[in-house]
């Protein structure tokens, strides 16, 4: 399906062409319900879980009970037939299974419904699935999974007398008809009572349409998801309700089963539902899709604890007579290694974790386990901003970071009395990373932001389980031009697109920012035609959205077309100024340009190769060499499945935002304002503004970035330095001039910024 259409991409070298052969293009797919994916299976069983649940607390010595009367182990083997209940999950009842033993292993059976073997199921996934059970997993060969979660947890129940787990291979009627969410499998606390429906058996049932046990990553998947179930099972010897054995909380139980997961080798549920979902109270559990995010918690968070106080704690915490927080303290006060550290020290370690994660700095703040990446923290390009009222959720983390501009400051005002706690983490431009405390309600100036450190982010913590907490900032600083580019390497080519095919690149919104210009790299001398838009938000039937530009048209005049092999930097890269459109880029944008005729004769917009990672180039076929007209990604098959991606970049830049009202307004014009201290030895610092609207000599006001350039001369009108050549928008900025290396006298410092220009002296005493 991904590869059903094919075309032929030439790319252009400058002694010729070379026709790179059985190249292909990916339909993008936006329609998530084509694909499968596994879904929770908890509220199809919630119902009969709470009679389960509601049947024990009302008989405290069942199982006392049940002991007594002495059931004969099953003792199955192969051949023998039995009709198993299973829940029909569309219907919320009960049905039979017909099904036949296919293996006996040394802690389990293994049963097949009749219906779907020699289908669905053979004897060689029967043996695997076997295999994995008692013998061996990716973590350790010489371990199944019965073993590793026994050891890890604790023992299942045994309400059939008979140590061996059933395992039940089945088609699990869950309403999957060929796409959409499927039920992987489940353990069913309603087989551990008597009752009309109930097998009154240690069962598990697993999945085998649409998971497909004949392929590698389809068994994987099953044995995951039986190593996530098994840890229910036993989660539920130890917290079913009866006396000195409470339920445990949802989000703790499935906590343990994804680090089960884990534990056997199988890969960590995955993070990038929490990564952007981090401010949710710890505990809450969820119904719909937004449980996936709760399942991505509770792995990384579970996962955490297992990696810091190790399979002892897992242990101790579901053998616990305590649940919730009592519980994981009760754990951590009863390690074989003892810690001091209890929930909310550790909670607190955690948060550090989701941003830092790198042990190295302190083994409290990082993951040992693959793919558990950072969390995304809200990200500000520019320095100057009002927040309002944040909530901090109970038992949650918020997280901010400054990546451009200079001179940060940032107050951060709270209300909470001390229950929230704040972390800064300085990034410093030699790889070092520096960790503090701020107190709230004090201003802090970072002012080795955007030289020695080039990178800031802060962490608010709220370790309390009862409570949220709300806050809010107010930054200050030097906003600078932002660079959007998702070309990670040198030019390779040209694409040979036809007449009136269509190219683009899809950019991200920055929240505040204004499109200030985008720099295009051209083939050759000539032009290329397009517009700005907004995004639709999916590329088929289109990514062009409103129109932003609709004329939009990159020139190029270089004397000598670039030769192959390609200098390095390449020198064709065209700048068109866009700061006149004012255009909000808080939201996505595509830039597109139209192909128009045939190269060499016409110019054309370079590509790259890179991997197919967060792709943002797209293209429009008109004529394809097979399937309709419509938009590609364009995929180069012979260079390891390669994605071409347009040399087009976008700079953002930031208006003025809104000034605290404490603080002066801005001049109405540019103001130079004396240097200080003066004089000086060997550093001073100068203050300038650029105003918000600037009248011309024509009597227009011009708003927006500004071209300043601060220069320092001697008295001899020799440039001794230039501290400031960029382009800047309305603010106050200061600059500081070390003259270290110069000899004492009189100096002049220049500010310029189109018409404007203003002159002042300074004296430099040694």
């Known amino acids: 399906m991904k590869l059903k259409y094919q075309i032929f991409i030439f790319i252009i070298l400058c002694f010729g062409i070379l026709f790179a052969q059985n190249k292909t293009t990916k339909k993008v797919t936006e329609n998530k319900s084509s694909k499968s994916f596994k879904i929770d299976a908890r509220p199809f069983l ?57 293996a006996v292993g040394t802690n389990c059976y293994i049963f097949v419904e009749d219906a779907i073997w020699n289908t669905r199921v053979t004897q060689s996934n029967v043996d695997a699935v076997k295999n994995a059970f008692d013998n061996s997993t990716p973590v350790d060969p010489n371990k199944g999974i ?45 087989n551990e009572v008597s009752g009309t429906n109930s097998n009154m058996a240690e069962i598990y049932y697993l999945d085998a349409d649409p998971t497909d046990l004949s392929t590698q990553d389809g068994l994987n998947n099953a044995l995951s998801t039986m190593a996530h179930e098994f840890q229910h099972m036993i989660h539920f010897n130890y917290h079913n309700g009866t006396a000195g054995k409470p339920v445990q909380i949802t989000f703790l139980n499935e906590g343990c089963s994804t680090v089960a997961e884990v534990i056997c080798g199988y890969p960590v549920y995955p993070q990038s539902y929490f990564n952007n979902d981090y401010n949710e109270y710890l505990f809450i ?92 923290a809200k990200a500000f390009f520019n320095p100057n901003y009002n927040s309002g009222n944040i909530t901090v959720e109970k038992a949650a983390a918020d997280y901010l970071t400054f990546q451009y501009g200079k001179n940060l400051s ?49 962490a608010i913590l709220n370790p309390d389980i009862s409570s949220a907490y709300s806050y809010s900032f107010t930054s200050k600083g030097e906003a600078e031009t932002i660079e959007l580019a998702y070309d990670e390497s040198e030019p390779t080519g040209v694409l040979q697109l036809s007449d009136n095919d269509t190219v683009c690149v899809v950019f991200d919104g920055v929240n505040g920012a204004n499109l200030d210009s985008i720099r295009v790299a051209l083939r050759q ?78 110019n054309r917009i370079m590509v790259t190769e890179q991997p197919n990672t967060n792709n943002h180039s797209f293209t429009y076929l008109s004529n394809p060499s ?48 004396q240097n200080y201290p003066n004089p000086f030895n060997p550093t001073t610092t100068i203050k300038y503004e650029i105003p918000v609207g600037v009248k011309s000599k024509t009597g227009d006001v011009k708003h927006g970035m500004k071209t300043v350039k601060l220069t320092v001369y001697d008295v001899l009108g020799r440039e001794v330095a230039t501290l400031v050549n960029k382009r800047q928008s309305p603010g106050r900025y200061s600059v500081t001039f070390n003259a ?21 002296k300074m004296i430099l005493m040694k």
């Not at 907004?534 to 670039?562: C, F, H, M, W």
């Not at 270290?740 to 002042?760: I, R």
């Open 410 to 458: 940032i107050k951060f005002n709270d209300s909470s009395g001390g229950k929230l706690k704040y972390k800064v983490i300085k990034y410093l431009t030699n790889n070092n990373v520096q960790i503090d405390s701020l107190t709230p309600n004090t201003q802090y100036d970072f002012n080795e932001f955007g030289t020695t450190v080039n990178k800031i982010s802060f």
């Open 146 to 190: 019965y073993q590793i979660d026994t050891e890890t947890f604790g023992n299942p129940p045994d309400v059939d007398n008979d140590p061996k787990i059933i395992i039940l291979i089945l088609d699990i009627k869950d309403g999957y008809n060929g796409s959409g969410g499927f039920v992987a499998g489940y353990f069913h606390s309603v």
């Open 285 to 376: 559990w969820r119904n719909g899709d937004v449980v996936l995010n709760d399942y991505s918690r509770a792995a990384r968070y579970t996962t955490y604890m297992y990696e810091q106080f190790g399979a002892d704690y897992l242990k101790k915490f579901v053998q616990s007579s305590l649940v919730g927080v009592p519980g994981i303290n009760d754990a951590l006060s009863k390690l074989n290694t003892p810690t001091n550290l209890r929930f909310k020290e550790s909670l607190e370690n955690w948060f550090l974790a989701n941003i830092l994660n790198d042990k190295t700095i302190n083994v409290a703040w990082g993951y040992s386990t693959s793919n558990i990446n950072t969390v995304n």
């Open 525 to 602: 001398a000539g032009s290329v035609h397009g517009g700005i838009y907004e995004y639709t938000g999916a590329v088929r039937p289109s990514p062009l959205g409103k129109v932003l530009v609709s004329d939009l048209t990159v020139t190029s005049n270089i004397d000598q077309k670039p030769p192959y092999p390609y200098p390095v930097p390449w020198p064709n890269w065209i700048t068109a100024d866009l700061s006149s459109f004012n255009i909000n880029a808080s939201n996505p944008f595509v830039v597109a340009f139209v192909v128009e005729g045939t190269y060499p004769q016409q």
């Open 626 to 673: 097979s399937g309709t007209p419509g938009w590609y990604i364009l995929t180069n098959s012979n260079s390891g499945d390669s994605v071409f991606t347009y040399l087009i970049r976008a700079y953002l830049s930031f208006p003025i935002t809104a000034i605290d009202e404490n603080d002066e307004p801005l001049a109405t014009e540019f103001q130079l304002y």
């Open 740 to 760: 270290f290396n110069l000899p004492s006298g009189l100096y002049f410092y220049k500010l310029t910024a189109g018409e404007f220009s203003q002159t002042k």
């Open 46 to 102: 919630m119902e009969s879980e709470k009679k389960v649940t509601e049947f024990l607390k009302n008989h405290p010595d069942y199982y006392m009970k049940l002991k007594l009367e002495k059931r004969q182990a099953w003792n199955f083997s192969v051949g023998t037939k039995k009709a198993w209940f299973a829940s029909n999950l569309e219907t919320n009842s009960f049905y039979s299974v017909p099904s036949t033993c296919r």
